[in-house]
């Protein structure tokens, strides 16, 4: 890869590498864009697989931006729900030979390697090179701090654990944390997992990383955010929420063709706060008879939706009929900040959790894997700006929720004159206020960014 004159005059070189994941590599150019945007002497390299490389498309990458490849040598991400055990050990021990030799290719010195938190391999080679390492955590800091002291759960008997027979138990002894059921930690520390493993081996690199970034806004988990800064001896920067906040208003920069503005012709016509936005996210699935029962629920109630449902939207369509919209993919951020949108039912994955507060909407938690039964709980008990749709049902059931259910649960949900609704949508308000003033002039991690940039500008290159 070479350097033209301008990029060797750069003082400061960053290669960024995330997990390659919609949910990782999402946050992390999000990152590195508001990196660029507060200094011209910042270039940065990000590093994905071809494949990846195919998804995001390089031709309207910002300016100082620049993508590095690797080949692929992990499975495609179009069978990665097959196994995932074995696409995450092929993450883990497959991408770091091409990662290192595609360093040794740069003619522009590395002056800083920004790593998702689970590769643990970068902080081997930055170590190795004398290169500062960030470790970049792109889920809640509750969860962090959840893994991070899984020898509490351990020494408590919390694991392994039956959610369907203790999951209501509540854990009162993870620093920084309210007191959280059981079930309501993520997925990994239930039980014996052949993932589990791996996971906790990833963790224990990050002391070795010499900086914490945080996709999390600081005022949403202070409490954790402290503790975890009193646990470690390195810089910890809560810089979120990392979504695309500062494109909004831009519809060019999202449209490829004249199809992807049909919605927001559709959304224009909506009265205000009227429809419900829908997604379960592009990775865990929901079962198609479940999808079936929701969208025939939708039909009956009545209410209006716009509902993003990949690989399956002629069939549902047919099934949930004129009330709404159904679509393959939209501009979640763009849609959710549309005045007719009036609330989020949502799988609760980080990203999305962060870009419905953001547009201080209530929610409808629906949690599939994964950290979501996590940021349902925040949602619902600690933020107490929105309702589990499965509510009444006993810890680790998995049984379906029903059309009339969804009926039910909708209409109230949507109900603006309800007093209940009212009350979680001004909680929703003020902690839209909270991240909006965040990412403004001064805000927490508006500050926490400048202070990073400071700090890696000043490093030398190796």
Same mark, same amino acid.
């Given at each position: 890869?070479?350097?033209?004159?301008? %990029?060797?005059?750069?003082?400061?070189? @960053?290669?960024?590498?995330?997990?390659?994941?919609?949910?990782?590599?999402?946050?992390?150019?999000?990152?590195?864009?508001?990196?660029?945007?507060?200094?011209?002497?910042?270039?940065?390299?990000?590093?994905?697989?071809?494949?990846?490389?195919?998804?995001?498309?390089?031709?309207?990458?910002?300016?100082?931006?620049?993508?590095?490849?690797?080949?692929?040598?992990?499975?495609?991400?179009? @069978?990665?729900?097959?196994?995932?055990?074995?696409?995450?050990?092929?993450?883990?021990?497959?991408?770091?030979?091409? #990662?290192?030799?595609?360093?040794?290719?740069?003619?522009?010195?590395?002056?800083?390697?920004?790593?998702?938190?689970?590769? #643990?391999?970068?902080?081997?080679?930055?170590?190795?090179?004398?290169?500062? @390492?960030?470790?970049?955590?792109?889920?809640?800091?509750?969860?962090?701090?959840?893994?991070? =002291?899984?020898?509490?759960?351990?020494?408590?008997? =919390?694991?392994?654990?039956?959610?369907? $027979?203790?999951?209501?138990?509540?854990?009162?002894?993870?620093?920084?944390?309210?007191?959280?059921?059981?079930?309501?930690?993520?997925?990994?520390?239930? =039980?014996?997992?052949?993932?589990?493993?791996?996971?906790?081996?990833?963790?224990?690199?990050?002391?070795?990383?010499?900086?914490?970034?945080?996709?999390?806004?600081? %005022?949403?988990?202070?409490?954790?955010?402290?503790?975890?800064?009193?646990?470690?001896?390195?810089?910890?920067?809560?810089?979120?929420?990392?979504?695309?906040?500062?494109?909004?208003?831009?519809?060019?920069?999202?449209?490829?063709?004249?199809?992807?503005?049909?919605?927001?012709?559709?959304?224009?016509?909506?009265?205000?706060?009227?429809?419900?936005?829908?997604?379960?996210?592009?990775?865990?699935?929901?079962?198609?008879?479940?999808?079936?029962?929701?969208?025939?629920?939708?039909?009956?109630?009545?209410?209006?939706?716009?509902?993003?449902?990949?690989?399956?939207?002629?069939?549902?369509?047919?099934?949930?009929?004129?009330?709404?919209?159904?679509?393959?993919?939209?501009?979640?951020? $763009?849609?959710?900040?549309?005045?007719?949108?009036?609330?989020?039912?949502?799988?609760?994955?980080?990203?999305?959790?962060? $870009?419905?507060?953001?547009?201080?909407?209530?929610?409808?938690?629906?949690?599939?894997?994964?950290?979501?039964?996590?940021?349902?709980?925040?949602?619902?008990?600690?933020?107490?700006?929105?309702?589990?749709?499965?509510?009444?049902?006993?810890?680790?059931?998995?049984?379906?929720?029903?059309?009339?259910?969804?009926?039910?649960?909708?209409?109230?949900?949507?109900?603006?004159?309800?007093?209940?609704?009212?009350?979680?949508?001004?909680?929703?308000?003020?902690?839209?206020?909270?991240?909006?003033?965040?990412?403004?002039?001064?805000?927490?991690?508006?500050?926490?960014?400048?202070?990073?940039?400071?700090?890696?500008?000043?490093?030398?290159?190796?």
């Amino acid at each position: 890869m070479d350097s033209d004159n301008t %990029e060797r005059s750069r003082s400061c070189h @960053v290669v960024a590498v995330p997990f390659p994941g919609r949910g990782h590599v999402n946050p992390m150019m999000n990152f590195c864009e508001l990196l660029v945007s507060r200094r011209d002497d910042i270039l940065i390299t990000f590093v994905v697989t071809e494949e990846w490389l195919g998804f995001i498309g390089s031709d309207n990458n910002p300016p100082r931006i620049r993508f590095g490849t690797i080949p692929n040598v992990i499975p495609s991400e179009r @069978v990665r729900a097959d196994d995932i055990p074995g696409f995450i050990e092929a993450v883990l021990t497959k991408m770091e030979g091409p #990662f290192e030799r595609l360093l040794d290719g740069f003619e522009l010195p590395v002056t800083t390697i920004v790593a998702d938190t689970f590769l #643990f391999w970068p902080v081997r080679i930055g170590n190795r090179r004398n290169i500062p @390492v960030v470790s970049f955590w792109t889920m809640a800091a509750s969860v962090f701090s959840m893994f991070h =002291h899984f020898d509490l759960l351990l020494q408590n008997g =919390h694991h392994p654990i039956d959610i369907s $027979e203790r999951g209501d138990e509540r854990v009162d002894y993870i620093p920084g944390l309210s007191p959280t059921r059981i079930a309501d930690f993520p997925a990994l520390l239930h =039980h014996k997992n052949p993932i589990l493993p791996r996971t906790r081996e990833v963790l224990s690199w990050v002391p070795k990383a010499q900086y914490l970034v945080l996709a999390s806004v600081y %005022e949403l988990e202070a409490q954790v955010i402290d503790t975890l800064k009193s646990i470690f001896s390195f810089p910890i920067y809560p810089t979120g929420p990392l979504i695309p906040y500062f494109k909004l208003g831009d519809r060019s920069s999202v449209a490829t063709a004249a199809d992807d503005l049909h919605y927001f012709q559709w959304l224009d016509s909506q009265p205000c706060c009227s429809v419900l936005y829908i997604s379960f996210g592009s990775v865990a699935s929901v079962s198609s008879a479940q999808m079936d029962e929701i969208a025939a629920g939708l039909r009956d109630s009545c209410v209006r939706f716009f509902w993003v449902a990949r690989g399956a939207t002629s069939r549902l369509r047919e099934v949930c009929g004129e009330t709404g919209l159904v679509v393959p993919w939209c501009n979640q951020l $763009e849609v959710l900040s549309h005045s007719s949108i009036g609330g989020f039912w949502t799988h609760c994955g980080w990203n999305s959790t962060v $870009e419905g507060l953001f547009s201080g909407l209530h929610f409808l938690t629906f949690p599939v894997g994964l950290d979501q039964v996590s940021n349902s709980k925040a949602i619902v008990e600690d933020w107490k700006t929105g309702w589990r749709v499965k509510r009444n049902q006993p810890a680790g059931a998995e049984t379906l929720v029903t059309r009339e259910e969804t009926v039910g649960i909708v209409k109230r949900f949507m109900d603006s004159e309800s007093i209940e609704v009212k009350e979680m949508k001004r909680r929703a308000r003020k902690l839209q206020e909270i991240c909006r003033q965040a990412t403004g002039r001064g805000g927490s991690s508006e500050s926490n960014i400048n202070a990073f940039i400071s700090e890696i500008t000043q490093l030398p290159s190796h």
